[in-house]
């Protein structure tokens, strides 16, 4: 087992993979139109980058490699949305310094990043809520997703959890799996 993890910790870090539209999409109609959008992690030529400035939002691209470091610099620049696919071996890097700005941002994690005692203190600490695809995003575009990832949301007005569709066929997109009921509706 410690040869597995040790083979796996000196593995390169596969952080560069993009963000295909249909993963976007269910995001959308949750940021009003016309904001200002900061994709934090992104040389300008992102799907993210390009869906909202389709839509008629002003998008910011930085990037590292550009020279700016969202983790370390500052912005001279204003703001209102964070929107990003961040590399995820920093994830709890790039969610400490949303919260930091205290601005509305959607980040797209892997499911798994509800686990974790840092994160974990961090979502109860500060609120987060969750849009969830109903189905894995081929990153590759191999056709073989191996892995499930929502958008982790924060001061976007969305209830704490949302299920969304990416089935074409849908017309609303949002999957209706609760439905309100009250207390004398329910049998306890």
């Known amino acids: 087992m410690k040869e597995t993890l040790k083979d ?4 390169p870090l596969f952080d560069n993979i993009y963000t295909p539209a249909r993963a976007i999409d269910p995001l959308l109609k949750y940021i009003p139109v016309g904001m200002t959008i900061w ?7 992102s799907v993210i980058s390009q869906a909202f400035r389709d839509r008629g939002d002003s998008v910011i691209s930085t990037d590292v490699e550009t020279g700016f470091d969202f983790l370390k610099q500052k912005p001279d620049f204003h703001f209102d949305t964070i929107v990003t696919n961040p590399p995820y071996s920093k994830k709890d890097k790039f969610i400490r310094r949303c919260y930091e700005y205290n601005r ?5 994690l892997p499911l798994t990043a509800l686990e974790g005692r840092a994160r974990g203190k961090m979502f109860g600490e500060n609120g987060i809520s969750l849009i ?5 995003i081929d990153f590759t575009g191999k056709g073989a997703p191996w892995f499930a990832v929502g958008w982790f949301c924060y001061r976007m007005h969305i209830p704490p959890l ?4 990416l089935d074409e ?9 609760f439905t309100d009921v009250s207390n004398e509706e329910m049998e306890l």
């Open 169 to 177: 066929k849908s017309e609303e997109g949002q999957l209706q799996l």
């Open 8 to 11: 796996f910790k000196a593995r």
């Open 162 to 165: 949302v299920f969304e569709s």
């Open 132 to 136: 969830v695809l109903n189905q894995r």
């Open 39 to 45: 994709e934090c992690a992104d040389l300008g030529t």
């Open 104 to 108: 509305p941002f959607a980040l797209l």
